[in-house]
C-alpha cells in the first residue's frame, strides 16, 4: 500500500511533457484543413471583387491619351463631370429606361406564368417548362439573331422598341424561375385557412398570397433590371441605330476608353453594394423582431 502511494506521488510531482504530435500532421496543415472553405471563399469574392476594384481606382485617373489602362496621377475631374464625354449620359439614360419598362413587362408576365405553371395542371404544361427554360440554356446570339431575323421578316425598324420586346423575352425566363421556386414553396394551407375566414379570392392574394411570394418576384425583377441594363449582345442585333450604354461602352473602347466611364461603373458597383447592405440589414431586423 506504502509503495502505491509512493509512486502516485511521484507521478503527481513530476511535470507532465507536452505531448507529441500525430506522425503526418503539421500545426499549420490541420489549421488550413479546418478553415479550407473559408479561404476558398474569401479567395473567390477578392477574383470576382478585382475587376471592380480597378475600375473605381482608374475612375480617379487622368491619363496623358485617349486611353485610360495605365495609371498616370490622381485627378477628381472625372467625378466632377461626369457627363463631360458627348453622349454618354443619353445612353445611360436610355439604357435605365429600357432596363426598368422591361423588369416591369417581364415581372408582370413572368409573375403570371409562374403563378399559372405552379398552381394549374393543363394540356402542354411539361412543354412550356421546357420553352421557358430555352432562353437560359442556349446561347445570346442565337436568340438575338432570331429575334433580328423576326423584326426583319415583319417589318418592324429597329430601334427602341425591338430591344425593349428581345429584352422582355430575354429577362422572362429568369422571372419565371424565381417565381415559381418560391410559389411551389408556399403552404397551401394558409390561403385555405383565409378562405375558412370569409376572404375573397382578391383579399386572399393581396393579403396572404403577394406578400409570401413577393421576395422571389423581387429577385426576378432585380434579376432582369441587371441582365437588361448590361446586355449587349441582344442589343446590338436589335438597336439599329440606337445606341445603350454597354453599346457606347463598346464602341468607346475602340476608340479610348475615357474615365467617365469608370465612374459611372463605380457608382453602379456602390449602389449595388448599398442596396445589398440594406436588404441584408431589413432582413436581419424582421428576423430579431420575429425572434425577439
Wanted: a positive charge; one cysteine or more; proline letters at 5%.
Amino acid at each position: 500500500m506504502a509503495a502505491t502511494d509512493t509512486t502516485a506521488q511521484r507521478a503527481a510531482t513530476t511535470p507532465s511533457t507536452p505531448r507529441a504530435p500525430r506522425r503526418g500532421t503539421v500545426p499549420g496543415l490541420r489549421w488550413l484543413r479546418r478553415h479550407l472553405v473559408t479561404l476558398a471563399g474569401l479567395a473567390t469574392l477578392a477574383y470576382l471583387v478585382l475587376p471592380n476594384v480597378v475600375v473605381m481606382v482608374f475612375s480617379f485617373n487622368k491619363p496623358n491619351g485617349r486611353f485610360n489602362y495605365q495609371w498616370t496621377r490622381f485627378s477628381t475631374d472625372a467625378w466632377s463631370d461626369p457627363c463631360g464625354v458627348a453622349d454618354m449620359c443619353g445612353s445611360l439614360a436610355l439604357s435605365l429606361q429600357i432596363a426598368l419598362w422591361a423588369t416591369v413587362g417581364a415581372t408582370v408576365l413572368g409573375t403570371m406564368i409562374a403563378f399559372a405553371l405552379a398552381r394549374y395542371r393543363f394540356r402542354a404544361r411539361a412543354g412550356v417548362n421546357t420553352l421557358i427554360f430555352l432562353p437560359m440554356a442556349m446561347p445570346e446570339v442565337v436568340m438575338a439573331a432570331s429575334l433580328a431575323t423576326l423584326f426583319l421578316n415583319m417589318g418592324i425598324q429597329f430601334g427602341f422598341w425591338t430591344i425593349l420586346i428581345a429584352h422582355i423575352m430575354f429577362c422572362l425566363s429568369f422571372v419565371v424561375t424565381a417565381v415559381k421556386a418560391r410559389v411551389m414553396s408556399m403552404d397551401p394551407r394558409l390561403e385555405q385557412a383565409a378562405q375558412d375566414l370569409y376572404a375573397t379570392p382578391v383579399q386572399t392574394f393581396l393579403r396572404v398570397t403577394l406578400p409570401i411570394a413577393a421576395p422571389g418576384i423581387a429577385a426576378g425583377a432585380l434579376l432582369s433590371f441587371a441582365l437588361s441594363f448590361d446586355d449587349f449582345i441582344i442589343t446590338n442585333f436589335n438597336a439599329g441605330s440606337t445606341v445603350t450604354f454597354p453599346m457606347f461602352v463598346w464602341g468607346s473602347a475602340q476608340r479610348g476608353t475615357p474615365v467617365q466611364i469608370n465612374v459611372i461603373g463605380t457608382a453602379m458597383f456602390l449602389v449595388a453594394v448599398v442596396c445589398v447592405l440594406v436588404g441584408q440589414l431589413v432582413g436581419s431586423r424582421r428576423k430579431h423582431d420575429k425572434h425577439g
